[in-house]
Structures are given as structure tokens and as C-alpha cells.
């Protein structure tokens, strides 16, 4: 399982894990510059679970401004 969908299961979305897989959302870092359009590539339609994600991708971006590590255990 790579790591964004560990993250996906982390965050309960782990549904998603294949759409990521196949749009190629591999590493945490890109998944950090998530926007509505690509939420749309990815067909995520639901209101609350794209707000979900961009809320989580916010926080891995500030998580990469301030230079922490982010990682999941397996």
C-alpha cells in the first residue's frame, strides 16, 4: 500500500485509494496541491469529501512548509 492510501485510510477515504492510483497521486507531496479541478479528474463528487480532502491536502501542505515529517507506520 503506498502512501496516499495509507493517508486515505488514515482520514476514512481510503474508497478513493484507486482513483488516486490511477490519475497518478502517488506521493503525499503532490496530493498537497489537491484543487476542486482535480477533484473533478479524480470524479469525486460528493460536497463533504471534497471538502474533506482539500481540508487534509491544506494540512499537508502547511505540514511541508513547516518542514515536518509526515509518515505512516504500516
Known amino acids: 500500500m ?3 492510501a495509507r493517508w486515505l485510510s488514515l482520514i476514512g477515504l481510503e474508497r478513493y485509494a484507486p482513483a488516486f492510483e490511477e490519475e497518478g497521486y502517488d506521493e503525499l507531496f503532490v496530493v498537497a496541491e489537491l484543487s476542486e479541478e ?3 479528474t479524480l470524479g469525486i463528487t460528493d460536497e463533504a469529501t471534497r471538502k474533506e480532502l482539500l481540508s ?3 494540512f499537508l501542505k502547511k505540514a511541508a512548509i513547516d518542514g515536518t515529517t509526515i509518515s505512516f507506520s504500516n
Open 56 to 58: 487534509q491536502a491544506a
Open 38 to 40: 482535480d477533484l473533478d
Open 2 to 4: 503506498g502512501e496516499v
